[in-house]
């Protein structure tokens, strides 16, 4: 399959339904299509991680990641959601786009490093986790250790830029080298009524960790 | 669920089970859905399957006679099962039905297509 263009990609992920009610505890906001079309389509470009890889989606929510991947080219992608809700919405997705070689299981992300059998399954892992601020600090830090243990050449990560430091620092002890491809401004707007005003934007980096050289 | 990712899914995650693996597959309904050939896939990505759960997964869709008891050493060259495992690994879509613990018994349903492997905070 040929890559297809950035602008078309972008409007396949403009189609894709996200979360109808989102839940505060598991700090589901989606990744916006601009932004997803725009780091997987740099993802392939620049890397070559997508096509004719096989792609994890580490907390796939309604999809865009796992969507946006498989139009890329991905062999096949596997998502992995804790919130039954959200996949149910994946799998309409899924259905509603004829997309084949997409697929979805129901479970803890952080349970996955448990099963040996998924160590090294995949070459890459894209994952958009909670970041981590509501009761939960460092959950996004597990994410990308599970990533880790999941891929065998690279995890893909999205990180409140106020954490940089601690991230060069903690991807050190698994011989695990980290680069920030891009800076966001995420735009969370009124996803939850408690963001009192209309729209909070929050500086995230873009990470690929080039897990070749692990050692968790 | 597609079964290459069946061969993934273990039990291991409950309390006192030792391997988990293979899980006792039950298919109540299932839908093939087409994807494109890519033979280089297909066999990189046969190396990280384990191939007695590729045998069950092909058993249980009723497809044993295109799947050989041994995985051949040139399968790279053969075009013919390489075609033939893409379509039960990757074509093959189990939209009801279950996975069963080899050890407990714990049944894990297989509702519209998603396999719920969640466990109660009792089981772990």
Not at chain 1, 127 to 136: L, M, Q
Not at chain 1, 167 to 175: A, G, R
Not at chain 2, 61 to 80: K, T, W
């Amino acid at each position: 399959m040929a890559c297809i263009k950035l602008k078309k990609l972008e409007e396949y992920l403009h189609g894709v339904d996200t979360f109808e009610k989102p839940k505060i505890k598991l700090e589901q906001y989606i990744t916006p299509p601009h932004i997803a079309s725009c780091v997987l389509y740099n993802i392939q470009t620049l890397y070559g991680d997508i096509e004719g890889k096989y792609v994890g989606d580490l907390g796939c929510g309604s999809g865009m990641l796992s969507i946006g991947s498989f139009l890329l080219g991905a062999g096949m992608t596997t998502g992995f959601e804790i919130d039954d809700d959200a996949l149910n919405i994946f799998q309409t997705n899924v259905t509603d786009m004829e997309l084949p070689g997409i697929d979805c299981v129901l479970c803890d992300v952080l349970t996955l490093s448990n099963n040996e059998k998924w160590e090294n399954a995949f070459d890459t892992i894209v994952t958009n986790p909670p970041f981590g601020t509501k009761n939960n600090s460092g959950i996004d830090m597990l994410f990308v250790q599970t990533g880790v243990n999941l891929a065998s050449r690279a995890v893909y990560s999205f990180h409140k830029s106020s954490t940089r430091d601690y991230i060069h620092k903690k991807v050190k002890d698994w011989n695990v080298k980290g680069n920030v491809v891009a800076e966001l401004k995420y735009n969370i707007d009124t996803s939850y009524s408690f963001h009192k005003s209309k729209s909070v934007d929050i500086n995230v980096d873009f990470w690929r960790f080039d897990v070749s050289e692990k050692n968790l | 669920m597609r079964l290459s990712t069946y061969n993934f899914l273990t039990s291991k995650a409950i309390k006192g089970v030792k391997v988990g693996f293979p899980l006792k597959l039950t298919i109540a309904k299932q839908d093939v859905v087409e994807s494109e050939f890519n033979p280089t896939f297909i066999e990189r990505l046969l190396p990280r399957l384990d191939w007695s759960g590729i045998r069950l997964a092909a058993e249980v869709a009723g497809l044993n006679d295109d799947i050989p008891a041994e995985l051949p050493a040139n399968v790279a060259e053969n075009e013919e099962l390489l075609k033939k495992l893409h379509h039960l690994l990757l074509e093959i879509d189990v939209l009801e039905g279950q996975l069963e613990c080899p050890e407990t018994g714990r049944v894990f349903p297989i509702t519209d297509g998603i396999p719920n492997m969640l466990l109660n905070e009792d089981e772990v």
